[in-house]
Structure formats: structure tokens, C-alpha cells
T-cell receptor, first 110, second 110 residues
Framework: GQQVMQIPQYQHVQEGEDFTTYCNSS?????IQWYKQRPGGHPVFLIQ?????EVKKQKRLTFQFGEAKKNSSLHITATQTTDVGTYFCAGRYSFNKFYFGSGTKLNVKP | NAGVTQTPKFQVLKTGQSMTLQCAQD?????MSWYRQDPGMGLRLIHY???????DQGEVPNGYNVSRSTTEDFPLRLLSAAPSQTSVYFCASNRGAEAFFGQGTRLTVV
């Protein structure tokens, strides 16, 4: 079945360092979404990417969607302690179903 | 607006018991869904609904039932609880691409 693989599972960085998480699918995605979940909290929608090769920025966050629409990445520049949490991608194959990656847990040391 | 409200927040069940997890949204969203979140596995879609009277299965529907009699409510029923259903359950409703998640229900089956 459809599956979205996400790596790495964990990332520990020093405050100020950059962070990247990657999602890959074996089949073409219709679109991909990114969510952030703080410890003990619920997922919060960050962004949706739809077009091949799309790049979107939100302040220090940069989101990319691959040319083949099979992979995506989230890059955080100069991490801050407020970036701590788990970042999930969710790939959409059909109209109504999203398949979440397993998430990357980010820890930022001050 | 309260957004997406889930009750209860915590629940302990004995194996074989049944129960209903409640989910209500006040944003008049047509699309609603249920996910379960297990450590290291991200969120997996259980059931979803594209509007009142319409439901469909997601990735892991076995052992769960849903109904959608109104736009606002989307309850999830566990028919005969099993330890494998110990998880955190999230309900979500969508406005277009953006999913709004409830606070979650932490369920333990002993």
C-alpha cells in the first residue's frame, strides 16, 4: 500500500544549528502537507505543497516538493528552542486519504 | 469557536469493553477524520467522512465503527476493546487542505 517514509527519526541540535527532515514516497503524490506537534500536544498544520518543484518559506522554515512529486523536505535555519517538537509530513495519494510519515523528533539544546 | 473538541481526554478500558470517543467541531467543516498515533508510527487514518451520512475506511479500520449523522459530530466506536487499541486518538476536521486536530484521547486497554 501507500507509504511515506520519513527520516531521520530523531535529531538533536544545538540552538542556532540548522535542521532538515525528509519524506519519500515510492509513488507520485498528489500533494504533501507538513505538521508540527509539540510534546504532549496535537498536530498543527504548517503548509501544503502541490506543484512539482515547489518551494515555500515561512520565516526560518523552508519547504520543498521534489520535481517528481515523490519527495519533500522541511529545513529550519538557525533553530531556536521554540522549534522543539515532532515534524510530520502527510502525503496525499487519493482525494480523501493522507498517509503520515513516522515523524522526526527535534530536540534543541540551548 | 471552540474548534475540534474531543472527549474524554483519558480513558482506561478492560479488554472486551466497548466505548465511544466523541468528536465535535463548530467550524461547519464537511471533512472529518479519525487517526490513531502510536510511538514511532506517526498518525494512521482509521475512518473519515466527507459529509453527513457519508463515511469510509482509512488505513486501519478494523475494530472501529463510525457514523456521521450531523456535520458537527463524528463519533468513533470501539466495538470490543483490545490491548492493541491502546493509543492516542486524534479527531480532525478540514477546511480545504488545512486539518484542525482535537486535543486527543489517550486510551489504555488493559
Amino acid at each position: 500500500g501507500q507509504q511515506v517514509m520519513q527520516i531521520p527519526q530523531y535529531q538533536h541540535v544545538q540552538e542556532g544549528e540548522d535542521f532538515t527532515t525528509y519524506c519519500n514516497s515510492s509513488t507520485t503524490l498528489s500533494n504533501i502537507q507538513w505538521y508540527k506537534q509539540r510534546p504532549g500536544g496535537h498536530p498543527v498544520f504548517l503548509i501544503q505543497l502541490v506543484k512539482s518543484g515547489e518551494v515555500k518559506k515561512q520565516k526560518r522554515l523552508t519547504f520543498q516538493f521534489g520535481e517528481a512529486k515523490k519527495n519533500s523536505s522541511l529545513h529550519i535555519t538557525a533553530t531556536q528552542t521554540t522549534d522543539v517538537g515532532t515534524y510530520f509530513c502527510a502525503g496525499r495519494y487519493s482525494f480523501n486519504k493522507f498517509y503520515f510519515g513516522s515523524g522526526t523528533k527535534l530536540n534543541v539544546k540551548p | 469557536n471552540a474548534g475540534v473538541t474531543q472527549t474524554p481526554k483519558f480513558q482506561v478500558l478492560k479488554t472486551g469493553q466497548s466505548m465511544t470517543l466523541q468528536c465535535a467541531q463548530d467550524m461547519n467543516h464537511e471533512y472529518m477524520s479519525w487517526y490513531r498515533q502510536d510511538p514511532g508510527m506517526g498518525l494512521r487514518l482509521i475512518h473519515y467522512s466527507v459529509g453527513a451520512g457519508i463515511t469510509d475506511q482509512g488505513e486501519v479500520p478494523n475494530g472501529y465503527n463510525v457514523s456521521r449523522s450531523t456535520t458537527e459530530d463524528f463519533p468513533l466506536r470501539l466495538l470490543s476493546a483490545a490491548p492493541s487499541q491502546t493509543s492516542v486518538y486524534f479527531c480532525a476536521s478540514n477546511r480545504g487542505a488545512e486539518a484542525f486536530f482535537g486535543q486527543g484521547t489517550r486510551l489504555t486497554v488493559v
